[in-house]
């Protein structure tokens, strides 16, 4: 099945500091959504991304739907304590029948 | 508007039992979407429904099952239960369905002992 990379696995982060996540395939996306998720919770919705090459921008949070539409990144600039969390990308194709694959996930923590 | 709603939150059954569970959409999503969440597997799509039809399946065993009822709501069915079928299960709705903008809710946990 198609695989979503999504790297770094895990990150400190220390505030103010401004952090990238990236994922990667190597199948082409129609869509590309990224989530966090906080301990003992569902996911949340923070970005969808519809078009290559859109940058598209939630509060400190801004991602970019790659132009070669196998890439999609997401950036936070100056991260708070409340950064912490799992962030997910997933993607969408007609391939995988229109439902989401996801990425394995970066986990942000707080430098100690 | 209220979220996308899942009961129970926890569950713990023995191996070989079954067990359901309910998903209530956000009021006028149509899409319902289930996955299995565990550690070693991450998230894993299981089905979804749309229109109380199952529009797409993912790789899980015939032991999984789910229904869509015409407010839109749904359940999943989990028959003869495994240990490896303990995991996080999520859903999440969408207005339109398939991939775009699912809203998911806090999830089962269930454990299977």
């Known amino acids: 099945g198609q695989q979503l990379n999504q790297s770094p696995q895990s990150m400190f982060i220390q505030e103010g500091e401004d952090v990238s996540m990236n994922c990667t395939s190597s199948?082409?996306?129609?869509?590309w959504l990224w989530y966090k998720q906080d301990p003992g919770e569902g996911p949340v919705l923070l970005i969808a991304?519809?078009?290559?090459?859109e940058l598209t921008s939630n509060g400190r949070l801004t991602a970019q739907f790659g132009i070669t539409r196998k890439d999609s990144f997401l950036n936070i600039s100056a991260s708070i304590p409340s950064d912490v969390g799992i962030y997910f990308c997933?993607?969408?194709?007609?391939?995988?029948?229109?439902?989401?694959?996801f990425g394995g996930g970066t986990r942000v923590l707080v430098k100690p | 508007k209220a979220g996308v709603t899942q009961t129970p939150r926890y569950l713990i059954k023995t191996r070989g039992q079954q067990v359901t569970l309910s998903c209530s959409p956000i009021?006028?999503?149509?899409?319902v979407s289930w996955y299995q969440q565990t550690p070693g597997q991450g998230l894993q799509f299981l089905f979804e429904?749309?229109?109380?039809?199952?529009?797409n399946k993912g790789n899980f065993p015939g032991r999984f099952s789910g229904r869509q009822f015409s407010n839109s709501r749904s359940e999943m069915n989990v028959s003869t239960l495994e240990l490896g079928d303990s995991a996080l299960y999520l859903c999440?709705?969408?207005?339109?369905?398939?991939?775009?903008?699912?809203?998911f809710g806090p999830g089962t946990r269930l454990t299977v002992t």
């Open positions: 991304l519809y078009k290559a090459g």
């Open positions: 009021s006028g999503h149509r899409s």
């Open positions: 199948s082409i996306f129609n869509t």
């Open positions: 999440a709705s969408s207005l339109h369905g398939g991939a775009y903008e699912q809203y």
């Open positions: 997933a993607g969408q194709n007609e391939a995988a029948g229109n439902k989401l694959t």
């Open positions: 429904y749309f229109s109380e039809t199952q529009r």
